[in-house]
C-alpha cells in the first residue's frame, strides 16, 4: 500500500512554537513499521516557519511574508535535523523534499516531481515534503500543505491520504463552540458534506484548518483515494487507520476517477481567466458530454492564451466546469454570443474542448 501522511504545525508544536521532539519521534516510529510492512510512504509535515519563529525567540507569529519566508529558512532546517535523528533510529533516511507552486503549475514540473519522488522510494527513503516557503513566489504558500498533500496522493498513486490534525474529524459543527457537535465517522463520495464550508484556521501556528482539509478530501476523492482526518495524538493513528480502524473521518474514493490531467486543470494548474456562460450552455457543459461552445458565452475576464487554464461561470457566479482554452481572450470576446456560422474563417469553433474539461 502506498500512504501519503501530512502532519501540520499544530500537531508539531506546542503553544509557543516549539517542535515536539516526542511527537515527531512517534510519527517516525509508526511509519518505520509500517515499512516493515511493505508499505510505501511519503510525510507532508509542515512546522517549518514555527520552528523558525522559536528559534529567534519571537513572541508571535508575524504576518507579511518577507518574515515568514525568512523564518521557513530558519526552521526548515530545524525541523529537517529532528526528522534524520529520528528516523535513523529506524535505520531509515528521510529525504528533504521542498516544492514550489510552480512544480504543481507548470506540466513538466508536475511529472518530474514524480519521478523524483518515485526514484526516492525505490531507494528505500522516507520522502519529508514541505512547501519551500523560502523562495515561494507572490504568497508563503501554495495553498496550505493539506493541498500539497492531496496533490502527491494523486500523483504517486496513493491508496489512502491521511491528514493527522488537532481535532478528531468532521464534525457536524464547531465543537469549540456548539456542545451538541458530533463526530461525522464516513463521507460517501457523493455525500452533500464533500462540499460544505467550513471553518478556515484552526490554530493561530497553521496555516489551514478545517476548510483546507476537506478540499483536500475532495481532491482524493476525485482521485479514487480514501482520505482520513485524524487527531495525531490518537495512540499508533497511522496504524490504525491502515489496518482498517474506525478512527475520525473517512472520506470514501469516488468511482469518477480523473486522470492526470484532468486533475492537474482541476487543482493544479493556474486559472489565468473566466467565462461567463448562459443556462444553456452551463448544461450543456455540466452534462459532461459537450465542448463549451460560443455561442453559449456572455462575458470573458482575464488575459488568456491558448492552452491557458480558464474557469466555466454560471450567471450566478458558480464555478462549473474548469478547462484548457482552444482560444484566447481576444478570439474569445469576438465570438462571444456568436453562432459557429457566424464566426471569422480561421476561428476555432469551440471555446474549450470537451476532452479538456472538468466538471466541478
Known amino acids: 500500500m502506498r500512504i501519503i501522511a501530512k502532519i501540520g504545525t499544530s500537531s508539531l508544536t506546542d503553544s ?4 515536539d521532539r516526542a511527537v515527531i519521534a512517534n510519527i517516525c516510529r509508526q511509519i518505520a513499521q509500517l515499512r516493515q510492512a511493505g508499505h510505501d510512504v511519503v510525510l507532508v509535515s509542515s512546522g517549518a516557519v514555527s520552528a523558525g519563529v522559536s528559534a529567534l525567540g519571537l513572541s508571535a507569529r508575524p504576518t507579511d511574508v518577507r518574515t515568514l519566508q525568512a523564518l521557513s529558512a530558519a526552521g526548515q532546517s530545524r525541523l ?10 529506524h535505520s531509515l533516511v528521510a529525504a528533504q523534499v521542498l516544492l514550489v507552486p510552480h512544480d504543481f503549475m507548470d506540466r513538466q514540473q508536475y511529472l518530474h516531481a514524480r519521478e523524483t519522488l518515485e526514484c526516492l522510494l525505490e531507494l528505500g527513503c522516507v520522502p519529508v515534503v514541505n512547501e519551500n516557503d523560502a523562495i515561494a513566489n507572490d504568497e508563503i504558500r501554495f ?3 493539506d493541498h500539497i498533500a492531496a496533490l502527491l496522493s494523486h500523483l504517486l498513486k496513493a491508496d489512502v491520504l491521511v491528514l493527522l490534525t488537532d481535532i478528531e474529524g468532521l464534525y457536524t459543527a464547531d465543537p469549540r463552540h456548539d456542545p451538541s457537535a458530533t463526530l461525522v465517522s464516513d463521507v460517501a463520495a457523493g455525500d452533500p458534506l464533500m462540499a460544505v464550508s467550513a471553518g478556515a484556521t484552526g490554530s493561530n501556528r497553521g ?10 478530501a475532495r481532491i482524493a476523492s476525485w482521485s479514487g483515494i480514501r482520505a482520513v482526518i485524524a487527531r495525531a495524538p490518537v495512540p499508533d493513528v497511522l ?17 469518477r476517477h480523473l486522470s492526470s490531467r484532468q486533475l492537474w486543470l482541476a487543482f493544479a494548474s493556474e486559472i489565468a481567466g473566466r467565462v461567463t456562460v448562459d443556462d444553456g450552455a452551463a448544461r450543456a457543459v455540466a452534462g459532461g458530454t459537450s465542448s463549451l ?5 456572455r462575458s470573458v475576464e482575464g488575459d488568456f492564451e491558448v492552452g491557458d487554464t480558464i474557469d466555466v461561470v454560471t450567471l450566478d457566479g458558480r464555478v462549473v466546469a474548469r478547462g484548457s482554452a ?3 481572450s481576444a478570439q474569445a470576446r469576438v465570438a462571444a454570443g456568436r453562432r459557429t456560422s457566424e464566426l471569422d474563417d480561421g476561428s476555432p469553433s469551440v471555446v474549450v474542448h470537451r476532452d479538456a474539461l472538468v466538471i466541478l
Open 16 to 19: 509557543l512554537g516549539v517542535i
Open 207 to 216: 496555516s489551514g484548518g478545517m476548510a483546507s482539509k476537506l478540499s483536500a
Open 143 to 145: 495553498g496550505d500543505n
Open 239 to 255: 496504524l490504525g487507520v491502515i489496518s482498517g480502524q474506525s478512527i475520525g473521518t473517512t472520506f470514501h474514493g469516488a468511482d
Open 293 to 297: 461552445l460560443p455561442a453559449g458565452v
Open 326 to 328: 482552444v482560444m484566447n
Open 80 to 89: 529537517m535535523e529532528v526528522y534524520n535523528a529520528e528516523f535513523a533510529h
